[in-house]
């Protein structure tokens, strides 16, 4: 037990905090269309020239090849320099490239796991359909094997910026006769393949925010190449991308919410002070309680990772995911409640306001609290389906 | 950075649990057990001779010399099987008098020295000379008596207390007595100025929230599997099994940040007071809400004293008060400096 880095982790840290110090963007983050897309992509190769992208990925495609341990300090660094998060790329480093890297053939790691490095393209999820969202298991999108190819005909839903991507991770039923879990494949879809439609989605934070698609296949042509592991075994592969989503990637997230927290004080502080000192208001009860939870948030991220580097494999951290989501939602809420009557303005899209209305999808995206509570429960604790 | 436990310490964990489900069972309190007074004192002299009392002190004190992350680790187990929370008494009398009065430290190790708590019924004055109202906890037949708050630690007698009267306990498992001190000078008084001993206070007492949080989890999740109704084990109802799940996030949440507040402590980083305070807020929060939801998933019988779940609800109400409530920690809180990087 300790929190001790080895002289190589704190010179890697060192290297990582100049370095960003020096690169990180400080122009405003577009937050929607091509503009997005530009700066997300220019971003992802400023990194992967300057020596940062993949920190843990094998060097054979381009990664820096290091210990799970030295991606958790760049993730660390990386939220302390309050970089700017390139969500366009976030499939495609933290599920896609993973999966390629843990179940790909030879040719697929070659093709894609350079390109997603270098920022040239942007990857997106197709694993959610209109019915069948927190029970993925009964997804129908079907898959008949014509020759070389699958020809596609369904739908998936809630595409994070499905209309700015390159390529999707698709789920799709390849057996409808084997049992659910074992007639689904894993395959790399081009998302310029003709058949393929897009229907834009708002999200209920501000008007004309595009942020998901819907997704329709119309007989479309996919080569058999393109399915990673094995056909009809896409449940596991799709299973260990879930993995890494609930991985390292939670700490970026964990260090900038610790600091909004902080700006959070300081805010109230300011808007409240002259009304009454913040320890003696509801505020800053809640603000030192959001502050303490939000501290074990991050332990509890510093668990995990511990078990990861031990080999341990389980579902323990559902409990971080579960915590942490919950927390952040509610840092968000409070956030609007420090902004009193200026809460009713929503003014800029990365304002606490926006993010209040954003928080919403924290505890259903990526498996909903009450699924997670469902895994803490049966795979957990052990209790009877 | 490795939050796992070593193969030292988890020997260590293994033997004293193995001692406590042997000598010191939760089933001790059952009835028809006496209902006035506590006699887990007469097991101090055996934590003595195992080492426990000493475990973070240095070897020249006659202590274990090792850190507060196993002495966190064994409060997690004494809260497991609810030792009386005199025990922190000797662990912080010890680490007090190994400077001030180290006449006094050997006795102390040994176990040999009950030393009780007092905690403070409102504002109280503290220094080499208190002044206020206290509660007595577990203290009838100690000599010694400590108390700890954030504005310092002070070791007092017994006999330094007036109007001593007895009151009947909401853990009626513990005695309690109110006193008052009015000018008594303290035997060994060291202000929050220099290493404050109250981050390590709040520290133990988070520990043991732990594991009582840690052991109402537990019992709610056996009880789950085991008990069935409508033909079903209740556990296989999403009603309880999400329960028993928010238990398990309280639980490990709780686990790993009073972790961290150990090994901030034990390193000797920065952020001692800010991780100890989160810890103890975190940590007695679970312990509350564990014990209350345990008590909820066994249905009437957790209501009962033929069931333990009560005793936990008592005692973690007793952590929440012990040297500054949740009211205060959260101010404690919203004033420690932010520990960056």
């Known amino acids: 037990m300790d929190l001790q880095f080895s002289p190589e982790d704190v010179r890697f840290r060192q290297e990582a905090r100049a370095w960003l110090h020096d690169n990180v963007p400080r122009e405003r983050r577009p937050h929607a ?19 940062w992208a993949g920190v843990s990925w094998p060097k054979e495609y381009g990664g820096l090849g290091l210990p799970l341990i030295r991606q958790l300090i760049w993730h660390e660094e990386y939220a302390r320099a309050d970089a700017p998060d390139n969500h366009l790329c976030f499939v495609a480093l933290n599920h896609a490239g993973p999966t390629l890297i843990a179940r790909g053939s030879e040719a697929q790691k070659s093709h894609h796991l350079p390109k997603i490095l270098r920022g040239e393209v942007i990857w997106c999820q197709g694993f959610s359909e209109p019915n069948a969202g927190s029970d993925l298991a009964s997804l129908r999108t079907q898959a008949r094997i014509e020759g070389e190819h699958l020809v596609v005909n369904g739908s998936k839903i809630w595409t994070s910026h499905g209309h700015l991507s390159d390529w999707q991770e698709l789920l799709v039923r390849t057996d ?6 074992k007639g689904i494949s894993w395959v790399i879809c081009d998302m310029e393949l003709p058949g393929i439609t897009l229907r834009p989605i708002e999200i209920m934070t501000s008007p004309n925010q595009v942020h998901f698609v819907q997704c329709f296949y119309d007989d479309v042509r996919i080569p058999l190449a393109n399915v990673v592991g094995a056909i009809n075994d896409g449940w596991n ?4 991308t879930l993995g890494f989503e609930r991985g390292t990637a939670q700490v970026r997230d964990q260090i900038r919410y610790a600091y909004l927290v902080e700006k959070m004080i300081a805010e109230a502080q300011r808007r409240l002070g002259s009304d009454c000192a913040l320890a003696d208001d509801v505020i800053g009860a809640r603000l030192a309680q959001i502050r303490a939870d939000m501290a074990a948030a991050r332990a509890m991220t510093y668990m995990v990772m511990s078990r990861a580097q031990a080999g ?11 915590m942490v989501g919950e927390t952040q939602q509610r840092a968000r809420r409070l956030a609007l409640d420090i902004l009193g009557p200026d809460g009713l303005e929503n003014r800029e899209e990365d304002d606490w306001v926006y993010f209040y209305l954003r928080s919403f999808s924290i505890t259903i995206a990526a498996g909903t609290s009450q699924i997670q509570r469902n895994i803490i429960g049966e795979r957990v604790l052990g209790l009877p389906r | 950075m490795n939050f796992l436990l070593s193969e030292e310490q988890t020997q260590i964990v293994d033997s004293l649990r193995d001692l406590l489900v042997d000598q010191m069972p939760v089933a001790r309190f059952r009835p028809p057990a006496p209902q006035l007074g506590n006699s887990d004192q007469s097991f101090w002299p055996r934590l003595g001779e195992l080492g426990f009392l000493g475990i973070a002190l240095p070897e020249s004190d006659g202590g274990i010399g090792l850190t507060a992350a196993e002495e966190m680790l064994a409060y997690r187990e004494f809260g497991r099987h609810l030792l009386s929370p005199a025990i922190l008494g000797l662990t912080l009398g010890a680490q007090l008098s190994a400077r001030l009065r180290p006449d006094m430290l050997e006795a102390i190790l040994r176990g040999r020295l009950p030393i009780a ?9 503290l220094g080499e000379i208190c002044h206020g109202q206290f509660h007595l906890i577990d203290a009838k037949h100690a000599e010694w008596v400590l108390i700890c708050t954030a504005d310092g630690a002070a070791l007092l007698r017994r006999t330094d207390f007036t109007d001593v009267t007895d009151v009947a306990a909401t853990d009626h498992v513990l005695s309690l007595e109110r006193g008052i001190l009015s000018g008594a000078r303290a035997a060994c008084w060291r202000g929050a100025t220099t290493e ?41 109802f999403q009603a309880i099994k999400h329960l028993c799940a928010d238990m398990a996030i309280r639980a490990e949440a709780a686990t790993c940040q009073v972790i961290f507040a150990a090994l901030v402590q034990a390193e000797a980083r920065s952020g001692a007071d800010f991780h100890s305070t989160a810890a103890k807020l975190v940590a007695v929060q679970a312990a509350l809400d564990n014990a209350a939801q345990n008590i909820q998933v066994h249905g009437a019988i957790g209501f009962t004293a033929e069931a333990d779940a009560h005793l936990f609800i008592k005692r973690a109400h007793v952590l929440e008060q012990l040297w500054g ?7 404690l809180m919203l004033a420690a400096a932010f520990p960056d990087g």
Not at chain 2, 117 to 125: C, D, F, H, I
Not at chain 2, 201 to 206: E, G, M, N, T
């Open chain 2, 325 to 331: 409530d949740t009211r205060q920690q959260r101010r």
């Open chain 1, 176 to 181: 409808p006769e084997a049992p659910r879990h």
């Open chain 1, 33 to 51: 269309g091509e503009a997005m897309r530009a700066f997300d992509t220019a971003w992802q190769r400023r990194q992967f020239e300057g020596g």
């Open chain 1, 312 to 322: 341990i494999q389980d579902s323990q951290s559902s409990l971080m995911r579960a």
């Open chain 2, 117 to 125: 708590l007092a905690n403070p019924r409102g504002a109280v004055q």
């Open chain 2, 196 to 236: 404050s001993l109250y981050p390590r206070a709040q520290l133990l007492v988070s520990a043991y929230a732990v594991g009582l949080a840690e052991a109402t989890r537990d019992m709610a999740v056996e009880y789950a599997k085991t008990r069935q109704q409508f033909g079903r084990p209740i556990g296989s």
């Open chain 1, 237 to 240: 592969v799709a299973m260990s």
